[in-house]
């Protein structure tokens, strides 16, 4: 059964995006995707050139922004703005899936989430985003692989060995 949806639809590491307006539609200067994030889903920390702006519609999320030690909480109705290429990421600390709309400027970090993400044809291909994600199951390689050909750059954490 295909979905009712007709928009494009993508899974992203543990993120389901379904797009609202795409930058070829804007002449390139910005793309609109609704974010379904599940319990603890979120991407690492990171950089890359396009401007977010982040709307809290459901949910209960964690911010960092620029200072990797510095975390912020967003409650529906709350709005981030991530400026280019400021470090980054954000984490669904509910118990049940988050939803934010986000709005890129210019748009190109799309056609990376087009890239490292799955196409969704069917419903029933969406996992549950009520659950916390498998994170065995994800392809962080394929993101790793094409985040240069985007300027993106991934903040990983330092570990000590004793």
Do not use: C
């Not at 690492?44 to 990797?68: A, C, Q, S, W």
């Not at 419903?123 to 985040?147: C, H, Q, R, W």
Request: hydrophobic share 40%.
């Amino acid at each position: 059964m295909k979905t009712e949806n007709k928009k494009e639809q993508l899974m992203v590491l543990t993120d389901l995006i379904t797009v609202i307006t795409d930058s070829r539609d804007s002449n390139g200067k910005y793309a609109i995707f609704e974010e379904r994030v599940p319990p603890l889903g979120g991407p690492p920390p990171h950089t890359h050139p396009d401007e977010e702006i982040f709307y809290v519609v459901e949910g209960e999320f964690e911010f960092i922004l620029n200072e990797i030690t510095n975390s912020f909480k967003a409650l529906p109705g709350s709005v981030v703005h991530v400026p280019s290429n400021a470090l980054h990421t954000f984490k669904n600390v509910g118990n049940t899936q988050g939803l934010m709309v986000v709005l890129l400027s210019p748009g190109n970090l799309l056609n990376y989430f087009r890239e490292i993400g799955t196409v969704i044809n069917e419903s029933e291909e969406i996992p549950d985003l009520n659950e916390v994600p498998l994170m065995e199951k994800l392809d962080i390689g394929t993101a790793f692989k094409y985040a240069p050909k985007y300027d993106i750059k991934f903040v990983l954490p330092e570990f000590i060995h004793e």
